[in-house]
């Protein structure tokens, strides 16, 4: 009787110890040791010199491992994913969860859009263009609880060329230019007959950025796109040389932003501000040699004490 017993016992044991997951029974993974997955990533932003550029700072890197590769009795399927952000240097690290057997991980990192530089002169020229990167498989992370830390760097590739390839070619151009002002102070009037305060603006500061985007049509509705960056002169001035077609027009987009100090004199105090610029306007086949546009001002910085 005692040895049935034991026998009982010893089968409902074993029968325990292979029992699978289920999806109501996930895997925990924490009690795992890890080993530490490093990454950097390169591409080509900048065609005026001869070094590869780190990715933009905060693109989503993914990591899957299969659950299977952690207990093969799993029968839930699926990854176990991990996410992080690419860093400044074009960077990321995670630890990634191994058994003895090893694991195998994808790594997956997001797709992005960026305005190439090709030539640095007056108005710097730029190609806007997606880079995208083949996912990378790493196999047997881990193998015999092996804590070494694995690198890994890659170089995006172009996944969509200049977009203005079979469009026009434009054959001349428009100049758009004037002054740039923002609000400076506010300020008591005295004149009793008018307002009792009078708001300032003054030319926007030297050497501020415009991003500018540019899209020019023909007459046959057909597109040419530039983006560019150009840069305020003294006084406020700006002025941007725009592409266009004989009978043809174009939207120019100019967006900037700027953080300034604004002044209140009535109550007696300073402020840092942020102001933005955000305007949009319609060409046609002549030169806008007057188009005064003011920042608005945005979102408070603080009071300066």
Request: proline share 4%; hydrophobic share 35%; glycine share 4%.
């Amino acid at each position: 009787m005692n040895r049935k017993f034991m026998l009982m016992v010893m089968i409902a044991i074993l029968f325990t110890a292979c029992k699978k997951y289920e999806l109501s029974d996930p895997l925990d993974l924490s009690t795992l040791p890890t080993v530490t997955l490093k990454g950097t990533f390169y591409a080509e932003l900048d065609k005026t010199n001869a070094v590869l550029e780190y990715v933009p700072e905060g693109l989503t890197v993914s990591i899957a491992i299969p659950y299977v590769d952690y207990d093969p009795n799993n029968v839930s399927a699926g990854n176990y994913v991990i996410t992080t952000k690419i860093d400044k240097k074009g960077s990321f690290s995670v630890n990634v969860p191994i058994v003895s057997s090893g694991v195998n991980a994808t790594i997956t990192v997001e797709s992005f859009i960026y305005d190439v530089i090709d030539a640095i002169t007056d108005d710097t020229a730029f190609t806007r263009t997606q880079f995208a990167l083949v996912p990378i498989v790493k196999n047997d992370l881990g193998k015999g609880y092996s804590t070494e830390t694995v690198k890994i760097e890659d170089t995006y590739v172009v996944d969509n060329v200049d977009p203005n390839a079979m469009t026009f070619t434009p054959n001349s151009t428009v100049k758009l230019s004037g002054t740039l002002t923002y609000w400076k102070e506010e300020k008591e009037n005295k004149d009793t007959t008018v307002p009792p305060t009078i708001s300032v603006f003054v030319p926007m500061i030297e050497g501020v950025s415009l991003y500018v985007t540019i899209t020019s049509y023909d007459t046959y509705g057909r597109e040419f796109k530039q983006s560019k960056t150009v840069k305020t002169t003294s006084g406020g001035k700006y002025s941007i040389d725009v592409p266009m077609v004989d009978k043809g027009q174009a939207e120019v987009k100019i967006e900037s932003e700027q953080i300034l100090e604004f002044e209140n004199r009535i109550l007696d105090k300073k402020y840092l501000y942020n102001y933005k610029l955000d305007v949009t306007k319609t060409l046609y086949n002549v030169d806008y040699t007057n188009e005064d546009f003011e920042y608005a001002q945005d979102a408070l910085i603080y009071e300066i004490e």
